[in-house]
């Protein structure tokens, strides 16, 4: 293999710059192309102050918060779990406001209310079950309405031992039933149904049960009552809008015929015998009585309500009333008189529920009183609802006080305190306060009120002041710190927590915290933690917050102290940190707050474990960093280095954080770079201990390229500290790595060592090692690391890189240096043995990689071997002396040939870096004689219709030698952009325009078309270079080819130019000729221009331009 002596190219840095400034454009401002504008929007919006009180966590996943609650888990998490798909729903659309709020109430009746004790139903219309005997006592004067029902009562049967899925089964047979006798217009099996499933609400055991028992049955009676209404309206021919009557519908549209039947079905439903059933049956087809003329709703309303007393068990009365109220509500009747009626009705039965029946019932099942008095609250809820929405606030007035005549009234002020408009309870919260603390109650415990009256309090803090807070919280106060059951305890300080920040000074706050910690004390069980962690929450997310105050003291810490070791306390640390990283904006600065700070977050990453997942990893990571941002000391740049060592110390399993330590500590060290101009004593020890920071945190992190990386930013920042030994330490260890890289990421690797070798250049020797030492050290392992991963193209393109880097080295004055500090060019200033060991070096990696290249092309590797060719291209073009040193020229024009060879080059590649140089540039490994044909003698003649007279014979038949035709192909090769093997007149055009030369289309297309053979606009190779020969044909007759130099070749090419312009071949130019051959270059002129310009030429004012003249004005 021949080996070649490398030429560095001389550069000046400062023409260039000046010559391609204008092919720069400034993008700072531009937006990048790939980035969103969703992002762009966000980057925009990123220094505004997030809002305080925002719940969702400020690192949260950004799917979760595009999707907002919509993605298929997350509803199927807020979907009711206890209601299968069976389960029967009442038809939302025909109902208003009331049947939405029912539908709300029924789901959480459902939710709460259930049982694992096996249940019963009796039924005529189920399959299987054991059959009962019912006695018949038939009085001969009922009518035969009651006949036909009765005879359905002689297959009853019961099936018992049912689970809670089982019997909402059986109640979807019952609907389904329901639906299909309707269907078949079997009325009175219709009734039955509805009949029967009535008679179950009978049954109240299972206690627990009875609500949802109640809820599914009502949907039936739902369901039979739209029916009855729906079969009215139809056999009337009344329209009916969202299954209602039309707005200004009147009984007396209705027909006789409609209005029969509806009595009809009246007089069956008052023939029902049982009480309960029939109470239920009719309120189910209330509304069907609006077909009736002189109905008032209000007394039939009133009338059922009074009907309820005979009902004797409180619970079965309880939730009768609560259906009354909401078919009441259903049928929007201005005179609501009937609800007070119902509620008073309700004061009068209410103390049943403490009779001696009722605990000795409760005593056989095994109740606890408060487990049932919980009963009752959904009936309660439902009852008071409607009366608050009466919203006459005497009669609420009137109601409240009644309620402190009950001798157990605690289960009535539940309902009050949660359904009665906030306004109204907020006054009165003090009086019943006073009531709860001073009076003992067996029913409902005081907590539980407490509790209640406190989230009452805490959801209307806004108005909160109209419950006189200064007195409330002297009631309130001892009694909640005088509870010994920590669960109740924490109850209660959970429900009152925001009212007592909100009204509380800070002092208060901690007297708050070191009660709760001295009642938790030494450790919180695990059912404490779910009031723990809202307390925390409560805690930063009240008003006006004084974080300062709240993590600059010890009681915080006791309060994360007293959790449960493992994810519980991480939690709540979290919610901490979160809320206060959002709320926080200003700068950290306060040493205590910051050490309390960095322990709280010390207790998330304690966390972690073999088993933690990245997701956690990643999310406790981004909040480490973003408390270490937040810490700023101003210029106490030893406190913050004395931070940065704690935070290390903090987060050790954390790879994000230790990089983001080591990029804030290479901040900090550049910061004291540009405060102090010239380092003293103090500074530049403290710069020192900055990069010793950084150099023993790196190798903590595991991922090799981030270490790479780290590497390098931290000896670009101590090499502008003037810490050359750092320097050149975290250089050796980025060098080092290179062997522990990932051979999946060769881009990677390719883009960072090329910027390791932009970094050498300004990196000085270091006296005791070798010259070049980093250089030769990372090409070893360069290629130790491609040999052992067979990464032949990556040690190619690093050792092109190189050269490209020693021909930097060798420049007098580099493009680049760093502030007071002293690069190569001036420790070797006039030292010629580096420049020539620099160039050594490049002929040893350049022959390197010319042996490279055989290799491929004896392994057939054709297309890897044209990559490297025209990479190796590009190299010499760019980099090399190609004038000063003959033998990189040819080897440039070989290369070139041999890319193209096998028809597997990348053909854009090679046009477009062809294309990115100038004209001259880019043929600069060409001879003068592709030179002469591709410039603008060429130009002139190619358009001057001599070309269509016969040239010289003997000048047409002389055969171009070997070079020559070398030289010929690749000027073509250059034209022949598209590489399809032919030129066309717009490459042509192309290639002349990088040559400086305008030509008109017309004229381009012109000349294409006579060299080409067919006459088409499309010229081969083989044309190409018999349009060229005629070319040369024009020039005048050399005696010795060999001896010609430049200076008699560009006297050539002015002769056969001269000839050009002199078209009567008389041995001047005139001003005429002069305009033609400028109009054929695209170059028309004034007259004005011309005669300027002959004026200029016309050396003996003869009017005309003679050969020695020209010459003189183009040289």
Request: hydrophobic share 40%; net charge negative; aromatic share 8%.
């Amino acid at each position: 293999m021949v080996s070649y002596k490398w030429i560095a190219k001389r550069r000046n840095y400062s023409e260039e710059e000046v010559a391609y400034r204008s092919l720069r454009t400034p993008n700072d401002n531009l937006p990048h192309p790939l980035q969103s504008a969703i992002s762009r929007e966000t980057n925009a919006k990123a220094k505004s102050i997030v809002p305080r009180k925002k719940i969702s966590s400020a690192y949260s996943d950004p799917l979760s918060q595009a999707l907002e609650g919509s993605d298929p888990l997350s509803q199927f998490v807020s979907k009711d779990e206890v209601e299968g798909p069976d389960i029967p729903v009442t038809n939302v659309n025909q109902k208003g406001a009331a049947a939405q709020e029912w539908l709300k109430h029924r789901t959480t009746i459902l939710s709460k209310f259930t049982t694992s004790e096996k249940l019963s139903i009796k039924s005529s219309f189920l399959q299987g079950g054991e059959k009962l005997v019912v006695k018949q006592q038939i009085n001969d004067k009922l009518k035969h309405r009651l006949q036909q029902l009765d005879e359905f009562e002689e297959h009853v049967s019961e099936h018992k031992g049912l689970s809670r899925d089982d019997y909402v089964t059986r109640i979807t047979q019952i609907s389904q039933e329901l639906h299909q006798a309707w269907a078949l217009d079997q009325r009175v099996k219709a009734l039955k149904i509805v009949i029967q499933c009535s008679k179950l609400l009978l049954e109240t055991h299972p206690f627990a049960f009875y609500p949802s028992k109640f809820a599914l049955i009502t949907d039936i009676l739902d369901k039979f009552g739209r029916m009855v209404f729906e079969r009215i309206a139809e056999k009337g021919e009344i329209r009916l809008v969202d299954h209602q009557l039309p707005k200004y519908f009147k009984p007396e549209h209705v027909s006789e015929s409609a209005r029969e039947t509806c009595r009809n079905w009246m007089y069956k439903i008052a023939s029902v015998r049982e009480l309960l059933p029939r109470i239920y049956v009719e309120m189910a087809v209330l509304e069907s009585y609006s077909f009736l003329e002189n109905t008032d709703f209000s007394a039939t309303l009133i009338r059922l309500s009074r009907t309820i007393r005979g009902v004797g068990n409180p619970l079965v009365a309880a939730y009768a009333r609560a259906y009354l109220m909401r078919v009441g509500r259903e049928i929007r009747l201005q005179d609501r008189s009937f609800v007070v009626e119902n509620v008073r009705d309700l004061y009068l039965s209410y103390n049943q529920l403490y009779s001696n029946s009722i605990r000795s019932e409760l005593t056989i099942f095994r109740t606890d009183l408060a487990d049932y008095l919980s009963l009752y609250s959904p009936a309660y809820d439902w009852i008071f609802q409607t009366l608050a929405h009466t919203g006459q606030y005497n009669e609420l007035d009137s109601i409240w006080r009644q309620s402190f005549n009950q001798a157990e009234p605690g289960l009535l002020w539940l309902s009050l305190l949660s359904q009665f408009p906030s306004d109204f309870v907020l006054s009165k919260c003090l009086e019943l306060a006073l009531h709860i603390t001073t009076t003992p109650s067996t029913g409902v415990p005081s907590q539980q009120l407490m509790v209640l009256m406190g989230q009452v309090l805490s959801r209307n803090l806004a108005s909160s002041c109209d419950s006189n807070p200064g007195k409330m919280l002297n009631v309130i106060w001892p009694y909640l710190s005088r509870k010994e059951d920590v669960e109740s305890y924490l109850q209660c300080i959970d429900a009152w927590m925001p009212y007592l920040l909100r009204h509380w000074r800070v002092r208060e706050m901690h007297r708050i915290i070191n009660d709760i910690v001295q009642h938790c004390r030494p450790k919180a069980q695990a059912h404490h933690v779910a009031n723990l962690t809202s307390i925390v929450h409560a805690l930063v997310r009240t008003e006006q917050v004084d974080y300062q105050s709240l993590f600059a003291t010890d009681s915080l810490m006791g309060l994360l102290d007293i959790y449960p070791e493992g994810h519980s306390r991480a939690e709540a640390a979290k919610i901490l940190l979160q809320q206060f990283l959002l709320d926080h904006d200003r700068p950290l600065n306060h040493p205590l707050m910051v050490d309390h700070l960095l322990s709280i977050a010390r207790i998330l990453h304690d966390t972690l474990n073999a088993t933690s997942v990245e997701d956690e990893k990643r999310q406790i990571s981004e909040i480490a960093i973003a408390l270490i941002d937040r810490v700023d000391f101003g210029r106490d740049f030893q406190q913050m280095l004395s931070f940065y060592g704690d935070a290390r110390a903090a987060f050790t399993n954390l790879d994000p954080v230790l990089a983001h330590l080591v990029q804030a500590i290479n901040r900090l060290s550049s910061r004291t770079r540009q405060l102090i101009q010239e380092h003293n004593e103090r500074t530049g020890h403290f710069v020192r201990a900055c990069g010793a920071f950084a150099y023993i945190t790196i190798p903590a992190i595991s991922c090799p390229m981030i270490r790479f990386s780290l590497y390098m930013l931290s000896s670009q920042v101590a090499l502008a500290n003037e810490c050359f030994g750092q320097a050149d330490a975290c250089v050796e260890g980025a060098i080092n790595l290179v062997t522990e890289f990932s051979p999946l990421e060769e881009q990677w690797i390719v883009s960072n060592l090329s910027n390791l070798l932009s970094g050498l250049l300004v990196q000085p020797d270091t006296p005791d090692q070798n010259r070049l030492h980093h250089l030769r050290r990372l090409l070893r392992n360069v290629r130790t690391f491609s040999m052992n991963h067979a990464l032949h193209r990556l040690r190619s393109t690093i050792y092109i890189q190189a050269i490209r880097l020693l021909s930097a080295y060798i420049q007098s004055d580099y493009i680049y240096h760093v502030p007071d500090v002293e690069s190569n060019d001036r420790l070797y200033l006039g030292d010629e043995d580096f420049r020539l060991e620099a160039a050594d070096y490049c002929s040893q990696l350049l022959t390197e990689l010319l042996n490279d290249l055989n290799q491929l092309g004896n392994e057939n590797q054709y297309g890897k071997q044209a990559t490297l060719c025209l990479d190796l291209f590009s190299l010499l073009i760019e980099s090399a002396d190609l004038k000063a040193e003959p033998s990189l020229t040819q080897l440039a024009a070989k290369l070139f040939l041999l890319a193209r060879k096998h028809n597997q080059w990348d053909a854009d590649y090679a046009s477009q870096w062809a294309r990115g140089l100038p004209a001259r540039q880019s043929l600069a490994f060409c001879s003068p004689f592709s030179a002469r044909i591709l410039h603008l003698p060429f130009a002139i003649f190619s358009s001057s219709p001599l070309l269509q007279q016969n040239p010289q014979a003997s000048a047409m038949n002389r055969v171009p030698s070997q070079s020559e035709i070398d030289e010929l192909r690749t000027a073509f090769i250059l034209m022949d952009s598209d590489r399809d093997g032919r030129i066309t007149a717009l490459e042509v055009q192309s290639m002349l325009q990088q040559l400086g030369i305008n030509l008109r289309e017309d004229i381009v297309l012109n000349l294409v078309r006579q060299a080409s053979q067919s006459g088409s606009t499309l010229m081969n190779e083989a044309e190409f270079f018999q349009w060229v020969k005629r070319i040369q044909a024009l020039r005048p007759s050399q005696s010795d080819d060999s001896g010609s130099n430049a200076d008699e070749e560009a006297g050539l090419d002015l002769v056969a130019a001269f000839r050009v312009f002199d078209r009567d071949k008389n041995g001047f130019i005139t001003k005429d000729e002069l305009r033609l051959a400028m109009e054929l270059i695209d170059e028309s002129m004034t007259e004005e221009g011309l005669n300027e310009l002959i004026k200029m030429a016309d050396v003996d004012k003869d009017g005309r331009i003679n050969y020695e003249e020209f010459a003189k004005m183009l040289l």
